[in-house]
């Protein structure tokens, strides 16, 4: 295999050679690798070290599983790049990469922090019950085969990191994946991403749930291709029901775009719109909040110190974040609202503006730059659109 050498954060690594892996397009598809590597991740993943030095920095001695590796990315940059990580196990059922994920260990003069295993995660995952405080699962596609076996290997107060790019079944435009892979139905709706990203939390409380774990998302974004969530584990049923009540479903009206919020796992759930038409629903879903104010704001510090250089993009991301992390679920596209009331597209910061007059919660949100995030009612939007 041809390699090179590239560098994220403060690591080196061995990667197969891009131009060798290039679509007629002349795109870098890391698909036609033998290992895989994508460059265009390393936003995802300067954001999930500063994510386990956070950890590092509350928990100490930290034991980390990385057992979807690729070329050991991410366990590697964990492990050079984290303080207070006394472990990092990285696994990867491809001898390619296992051989790729050694010479990275190797690479970085690592050998007494990480051990490198070349078997099937899940294997990996059942056999290492209650061992991690960290668990990174970033697969290809779906993350729903590993959920269980990263649950078990949990331990209490630990975080499980998820990456699924597999949005378009999440997202609705293949409901059926959905359904089957998260037992749960998408909506596609102007704010698709969002209750992708919601079904992909609850689907992950429930699994969790079997073991009497409890998890809390503190960070959740939807970028480029992809979703990443970061849930905090807490051990204990009664925890782990606390968390359950708070999945439910959102029912949205096509006809008008009023979207109704039923928190319950088992509800009864609204058919009818005001306007009269039937609503659509999507869920079982988390309806809480998706990130945590606090922790998005440790994260963002400590981004600032280790200067990445994509720093710029990462702090764009995170503060959208954490602008909008004190919202309520869905948001609205400025357009489609303008459209519906028959007015021309205001500019989005007079309606945030008088959204926020009126003593609402309003803010932009990263899923959509031309969308708004307000908690007002429906009519009061209504009523701003049309006094703008
Ligand atoms: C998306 S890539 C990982 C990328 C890597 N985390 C990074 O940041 O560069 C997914 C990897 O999982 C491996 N994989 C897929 N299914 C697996 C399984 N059941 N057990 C172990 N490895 C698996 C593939 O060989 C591939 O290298
Ligand atoms: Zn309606």
Not at 91 to 112: K, M, Q, V, W, Y
Not at 145 to 160: E, V, W
């Amino acid at each position: 295999m041809e390699t090179r050498f590239v560098n994220e954060g403060r690591t080196k690594l061995e990667v197969p050679d891009p131009q060798r892996f290039q679509t007629r397009a002349g795109d870098y598809a890391p698909s036609l690798t033998h290992v895989f590597y994508n460059p265009r991740m390393e936003l995802c993943r300067d954001i999930s070290v500063s994510a386990v030095q956070i950890l590092a920095k509350e928990l100490g001695n930290l034991r980390v599983c990385d057992p979807l590796a690729g070329v050991g990315a991410r366990g590697t940059r964990y492990a050079k790049e984290v303080e207070g990580v006394s472990k990092v196990l990285v696994n990867d059922r491809s001898s390619e990469a296992f051989e790729l994920i050694n010479h990275n260990i190797e690479l970085n003069g690592l050998i007494s922090l990480m051990e490198a295993h070349n078997e099937d995660a899940n294997t990996l995952l059942w056999g290492n019950r209650g061992r991690f405080d960290f668990v990174d699962l970033d697969p290809f596609g779906s993350p729903a085969p590993f959920i269980d076996a990263a649950c078990s290997a949990l331990i209490r107060k630990g975080m499980l990191a998820i990456t699924a790019t597999d949005t378009a079944p999440l997202s609705g435009t293949h409901a059926r994946a959905c359904l089957r892979r998260y037992g749960a139905k998408p909506l596609k709706t102007e704010y698709c991403h969002e209750l992708g990203v919601r079904i992909l939390i609850g689907f992950c409380q429930r699994v969790a749930g079997k073991h009497d774990l409890a998890l809390t998302p503190v960070l959740a974004h939807a970028t480029q291709h992809y979703f990443r969530i970061y849930l905090r584990a807490q051990k204990g049923a009664q925890r782990s029901d606390e968390v359950l009540k708070q999945q439910g479903y959102v029912s949205h009206c096509y006809a008008c775009g009023r979207r109704v919020l039923s928190h319950k796992l088992v509800p009864e759930l609204p058919t009818t719109c005001e306007c009269g038409n039937q609503f659509s629903h999507a869920g079982p879903l988390w309806a809480g909040k998706p990130m945590d104010l606090k922790f998005i704001q440790k994260v963002l510090s400590d981004l600032r110190e280790k200067k990445f250089k994509l720093a710029q993009e990462e702090f764009a991301l995170l503060n959208q974040c954490a602008e909008e992390a004190e919202g309520p679920p869905t948001f609205y596209e400025i357009d489609e609202v303008a459209k519906r009331v028959g007015v021309s597209t205001p500019k989005i910061a007079k309606i945030i503006a008088g959204l926020r007059k009126q003593g609402y919660f309003a803010s932009r949100t990263h899923f959509s730059g031309t969308g708004f995030r307000t908690d007002a009612p429906f009519g009061i939007i209504i009523g701003i659109f049309r006094s703008l």
